[in-house]
Every structure is written in structure tokens, then in C-alpha cells.
């Protein structure tokens, strides 16, 4: 056994594209379908990864959607705010 790795057991970190898959479900509007579209991968293929993610943390989709925006490893650009255009930039005053 390696540092606590048990043999079939789900490694306890998300993939890069766990999070990409769960980011384009969140932007899609729980829509597998399109956030496998978003993505270009099969429908099946977006589900897989869902389900991994919630196997390895433990968690619900809408946890792990929760977590993911509170800790800021989660990130959905149609959810964000633009940033802040201070009156400086806006102005031409800072060129």
C-alpha cells in the first residue's frame, strides 16, 4: 500500500476535467446534454464524470458545486462578475 492508497479505491483529488465538466453542468443549467456539448465529449461520458466526482469527494452535485465556488477551484465565466472598471481606466486618466 502506498501512502494510504488502497487498491480500487477512488483517489480522494478531482481531475482537471471533473471540475470542467462540473463548471459547463453549472452553466448549462443542470443539463448534462449541453454541458457534454460545451465540453465536446458524449453524454455519457459527462454523466461518468459527474458520478466520479461525487464518489471521490463524497459529496452531491449541489455540495460539491457549493464547495467548489467557495473554495474557487470551481469557476463558471457566465457566473462571474466582470471585473471593476475604476474611473481611472474608464477616464483615460491612467494612460
Do not use: C, N
Amino acid at each position: 500500500m502506498r501512502d494510504g492508497y488502497v487498491r480500487g479505491a477512488p483517489p480522494r483529488t478531482r481531475t482537471p476535467r471533473q471540475a470542467d465538466v462540473l463548471a459547463a453542468f453549472m452553466a448549462a443549467g443542470g443539463s448534462v446534454a449541453e454541458a457534454a456539448a460545451r465540453v465536446r465529449i458524449r453524454p455519457g461520458t459527462a454523466k461518468r464524470h459527474l458520478a466520479d466526482l461525487r464518489t471521490r469527494s463524497g459529496l452531491t452535485t449541489e455540495q460539491l458545486i457549493y464547495r467548489g465556488r467557495a473554495e474557487g477551484w470551481l469557476v463558471v465565466p457566465s457566473l462571474e462578475r466582470p471585473p471593476e472598471v475604476s474611473t481611472w481606466d474608464r477616464d483615460g486618466a491612467g494612460e
